[in-house]
Structures are given as structure tokens and as C-alpha cells.
């Protein structure tokens, strides 16, 4: 793998590494926001919802006691906060869903129902048996009838409010977590950071600095370093190959050139050998020739002589050949007279 690609799988790491630690921090996050709308959107309208029942419990003993008293006109806005206070607890019935705020709300409106019933029992009496009765059952059952039902309201709403503490502390919680985790997802990302730029320095930064060391080596005119082991196959490794492969060549260069030197060295030896004896040859040769010149000097002399000798050699061939040339018109002549005389004897045998 080849230095680039294993600096982008890196980097990719790193990054796939940050994206997951913000995943998880958004999902967090989101699912704590999700956690706080929910407790907001429905936490609160519960509160809310049974405020207004117990408000609609006051009112209705309120309205009645203002209807007992002659009002006429109360009587409708008892009904209709009647209805009020039952379309509320129907609310909250839908709203609820865990047992134990269920189990309470019927207890509630268990309560209601009862105080009701109190209600309408007033009501009859103070259209039948005059509101002198009604007062006395109103005081006497209906305000402990709804003391309790405003109890068990108040009861209720202590209930949500400690749900909704729990789910406030529930998101708090959340958050503290999701701070925790982030921060281990932060520090985690920087140690696996640390580690591959650990690993990537080891793989590039180690053979490199090998690479270095080794060329000081060499400059420094040491060779006898051995080769430095290469594992990766990336840009470093073909680069330490190729340096092996040069610190070799070299090594066999200068193995040569010694070899050359000492064969140089040999010749050199022997050539002073053979100048020495060239010297003592030269210096034998030089006494031969000084031998010879005077050999040479005896011998002009003599044959200064001799030319002499041959100069009067010569004027005595000379002579002597005058001689023989005189001696040979002589022996023409005797050989004509020869042949003259002898034909006079055949000229005379013949005659005779």
C-alpha cells in the first residue's frame, strides 16, 4: 500500500471516527430535546388540566351555595362547569398513560362523582324541602365531599409534579450522559488519532529516519553496514531497496578498485624491476659502446692503412694490367705471324 493510501485511510479513519462521535451526540441530543417537548407537551397541560378541576370543584360548590341563596341564574353555570369538570377528567383520562396516574385519576373521579351526587342531593332539597335544608346538607356533606375531592386532586397534581420532576431529572440526567459520552467520544477520537498518526509514523517516519541514519553511514565512508530490512512495499520500502541496491553497487565498485590497485601496485613492482635491470644494461651497453669507440678509432686507423696499401695495390694492377694488355698486342702479333707462318707451311706441303 502505497504512502497516500495508507495517509487518506487514516485520515479517513479519523474522520468516519468524528462522524460517528457527532452521530451519536446528535442522536443524544435530539432524543434529550424529544425527552424535554414530551414532558413539556404533556407535563404541563396535566398540571394544567388538573388545576382547572379543582378550580371547577370549588366552583361548583361555589354556584350551588349562590343558587340555595336565590340566585336562579347560578343554576345554569353550575351545569355547564358541571360539564367542564367531567370533560376534564375525560381529558386526562386519554392523556394518562402509566397505571399509577390512571389508578389515581379514578380515584378522582371517584371523588367527583360523589361530591356530585351531594351536589344534586342539595339541589333536590332546596327545590323540595327549602333551603333551609339544603344549607344544613350542603354544609354537612357536600364541603367534606368536596374537601376530598380537591384532596384527591391535590393529590393528583402532586402526583404529575413529581413525574414531571422525574422526567426533569430524567433529561438531566440525559444530558449529563450525553456530556460523558461525548467527552469519551471526544478523547476516544483523539487517541485513535494518536494511534494511527502513531501507527502512520511508524511505518513512515521509523524506515525514513533508518534511511537517514544509514546514508550518514555511508557518507561517513563506512560500507560494512548491512542492509536495512524493509517489510512495506510503499514508496519508503522501494526507496530503501533501491538504496541496498546502490550501497552494493559501490561495495563491488571499490572491491574492483582495490582489486585493480593491488594488480596496479603488481605491475609497478615488476616495472621497477625491469627499469632496474634496463638501468644496469643501459650502463653495460654504455661501456660496450665506449669499449667499441675505441675499437672503432683502431680500426679507422687501420684501415687508413689499408687504404693506403690499396692505393699502391691498385697503381700495381694497374702496371701489371698495362703489362697484360701490352703482353696481348704481342701475342696478337705472334698469333698472326702464328697464322701467317702456318699457312705458309700448308702452302708449302702443298707445293712439295
Avoid: W
Avoid at 5 to 21: D, E, N, P, R, T
Avoid at 53 to 72: F, M, V
Avoid at 260 to 277: M, Y
Amino acid at each position: 500500500m502505497s504512502i497516500k493510501k495508507k495517509l487518506l485511510l487514516g485520515f479517513s479513519a479519523m474522520i468516519l471516527i468524528i462522524m460517528v462521535a457527532c452521530t451519536v451526540l446528535f442522536t443524544q441530543l435530539t432524543n434529550i430535546d424529544k425527552h424535554y417537548s414530551d414532558t413539556l407537551k404533556t407535563g404541563l397541560p396535566q398540571l394544567y388540566e388538573v388545576s382547572d378541576i379543582q378550580h371547577y370543584i370549588t366552583l361548583e360548590a361555589s354556584q350551588a351555595q349562590t343558587y340555595i341563596l336565590g340566585d336562579n341564574a347560578s343554576l345554569q353555570d353550575f351545569h355547564n362547569t358541571q360539564t367542564s369538570l367531567d370533560a376534564a377528567i375525560a381529558s386526562l383520562n386519554e392523556q394518562f398513560k402509566r397505571s399509577e396516574t390512571k389508578d389515581m385519576l379514578a380515584a378522582l373521579a371517584t371523588k367527583v362523582e360523589t361530591y356530585e351526587e351531594q351536589l344534586a342531593e342539595t339541589l333536590s332539597l332546596n327545590e323540595h324541602d327549602g333551603s333551609q335544608t339544603a344549607v344544613i346538607h350542603y354544609t354537612n356533606n357536600v364541603l367534606p365531599a368536596r374537601d376530598e375531592a380537591v384532596a384527591a386532586g391535590n393529590e393528583l397534581n402532586n402526583l404529575i409534579k413529581q413525574l414531571f420532576d422525574e422526567a426533569q431529572n430524567s433529561g438531566d440526567q440525559n444530558m449529563t450522559m450525553a456530556l460523558i459520552i461525548s467527552t469519551i467520544n471526544f478523547f476516544t477520537a483523539i487517541i485513535v488519532g494518536i494511534i494511527i498518526a502513531l501507527i502512520l509514523s511508524r511505518q513512515i517516519s521509523t524506515p525514513l529516519q533508518k534511511l537517514k541514519t544509514a546514508v550518514q553511514t555511508i557518507a561517513s565512508g563506512n560500507l560494512s553496514e548491512s542492509d536495512i530490512q524493509v517489510k512495506s512495499k510503499d514508496e519508503i520500502g522501494q526507496l530503501t531497496t533501491a538504496f541496498n541496491t546502490m550501497k552494493s553497487t559501490i561495495q563491488q565498485l571499490i572491491h574492483s578498485m582495490a582489486t585493480n590497485v593491488e594488480q596496479l601496485s603488481t605491475s609497478s613492482e615488476e616495472l621497477s624491476a625491469s627499469t632496474t635491470e634496463m638501468t644496469k644494461t643501459s650502463e653495460n651497453i654504455s661501456k660496450s659502446a665506449q669499449l667499441s669507440s675505441v675499437n672503432t678509432s683502431s680500426a679507422a686507423a687501420a684501415a687508413k692503412e689499408c687504404a693506403v696499401a690499396m692505393e699502391e695495390t691498385s697503381s700495381a694492377i694497374q702496371r701489371i694490367a698495362e703489362s697484360a694488355q701490352t703482353l696481348h698486342s704481342s701475342a696478337s702479333a705472334t698469333s698472326t705471324i702464328a697464322d701467317e707462318g702456318e699457312a705458309n707451311v700448308s702452302i708449302a706441303k702443298r707445293q712439295m
